[in-house]
């Protein structure tokens, strides 16, 4: 006769209550430990991913991560669109007249009598010295001037000494593509005449920006501090501001904030500009290459600051030729000027620089020569390729 199993107790039942249908767990017992304790048992059903444990950040900042993530997404989806628009760098700000400046005879003017005499030791890395000799204006003593200039593909120096013991010095380094740092220095002994300048460039795919000091002091933060940005929003347009901040004592202080334009044609042949500054003044200039030898540029200024109302434009013309380049401006003034540069042979130039100006019934000539020689070089092998130093 089969055995039947006593009737499981329930000690915390309350009388007359039926115990609970059973579990189908009653032959887990010490002996069989649970598969939630057994690890070689699966602990949940086929089909089902268990829960993934939470890692911790490998940031410092990652409690950050819920700001700035939408963030950084926004940046990325900006980069995105630029790529997209294949915009080109539009220059800087410094270089935003370049061409006009490069056709006008204005920064190449001279009045009286120059030589200049350089001799290029080495031509990569450049290194070159130059002996400058110049008089001026009848009356005006004659100067002398020994700079010396050695540049490669990461830095550039040039250093000044002239007859009245004024050292002047210049340097560049180029640290990764794209960031130049720029220094320039003067050191005079007449008052007032003596300076620091120091910025750095930034050039990136479809922007440049620029940030210059220029004698500042730890001391007190007073100096000239110059800001200014330029951005392509399209192909040929590009807008740009800048921001010049002055404080030449503890007690004085003040901040100006102008503005830039661009626009480029689609072959790169005619550029126009246009700056404004918050005291009135305004500057447009315009820019086009009618061929491989001729360009023309024309410039115009505004002053209109209280009563004062003033504009002057001015148009030039430059001829390339083959061994010589000819650069003739008049301006609404009633001044015509001409600088005539040519070479009459690979080392040595003549310059001839004229100017009248016919409401002051003034006129102004000058006369250079420049006299380059090179170091002794094999003349079976190839010359040297100068290289491409950061400006």
């Known amino acids: 006769m089969a055995s039947t199993a006593p009737p499981q107790t329930y000690p915390y039942a309350a009388a007359g209550v039926p115990p609970p249908p059973p579990s189908g767990a009653e032959h887990i017992g010490s002996t069989n430990p649970g598969p939630f304790v057994d690890e070689k048992l699966n602990a949940f059903p086929s089909g089902i991913t268990p829960p993934r444990s939470a890692k911790p950040s490998s940031s410092l900042f990652g409690f950050l991560d819920p700001i700035v993530s939408p963030i950084s997404s926004a940046i990325q989806s900006i980069q995105d669109v630029r790529q997209r628009l294949e915009l080109s760098n539009p220059g800087t700000v410094e270089h935003l007249q370049r061409e006009v400046k490069g056709v006008h ?221 000819l650069r003739a401006a008049v301006d609404s003034m009633g001044k015509i000027s001409s600088v005539y540069e040519t070479r009459l042979s690979p080392a040595f130039g003549l310059t001839f620089s004229g100017e009248i100006d016919h409401l002051q019934g003034a006129s102004k000539f000058g006369f250079g020569i420049s006299i380059e020689s090179g170091g002794e070089m094999d003349p079976n092998a190839p010359p040297p390729t100068p290289p491409t130093v950061p400006m």
Not at 189 to 217: C, R, W
Not at 269 to 288: N, R
């Open 105 to 325: 005879p204005t920064n190449f003017m001279f009045e009286g009598a120059r030589a200049d005499l350089t001799k290029a030791l080495s031509m990569n890395p450049i290194f070159q010295v130059t002996h400058a000799f110049s008089l001026g204006q009848p009356g005006a003593p004659g100067s002398y001037n020994f700079g010396a200039v050695y540049g490669d593909s990461k830095s550039f120096f040039q250093a000044g000494l002239d007859d009245g013991l004024n050292v002047t010095m210049r340097a560049n380094r180029g640290w990764v593509p794209g960031h130049t740092t720029k220094v320039q220095a003067q050191l005079s002994a007449t008052a007032g005449q003596s300076f620091v300048q120091m910025e750095h460039d930034y050039q990136g795919a479809d922007h440049s920006a620029n940030i210059k000091a220029l004698n500042p002091s730890p001391a007190d933060f007073t100096g000239i501090y110059i800001v200014n940005y330029l951005q392509s929003l399209t192909r040929n347009f590009a807008l740009g501001v800048e921001t010049v901040y002055q404080r030449p004592s503890a007690d004085m202080e003040e901040a100006s904030t102008g503005y830039l334009a661009k626009l480029t044609g689609d072959k790169k042949d005619w550029i126009a500009t246009a700056q404004v500054q918050p005291q009135g003044v305004a500057q447009c200039t315009y820019y086009q290459k009618l061929s491989e030898q001729v360009d023309v540029a024309a410039d115009l200024q505004v002053v209109a600051m209280g009563a004062k109302r003033e504009a002057q434009a001015t148009l030039g013309a430059r001829y390339a030729f083959r061994m010589a380049t």
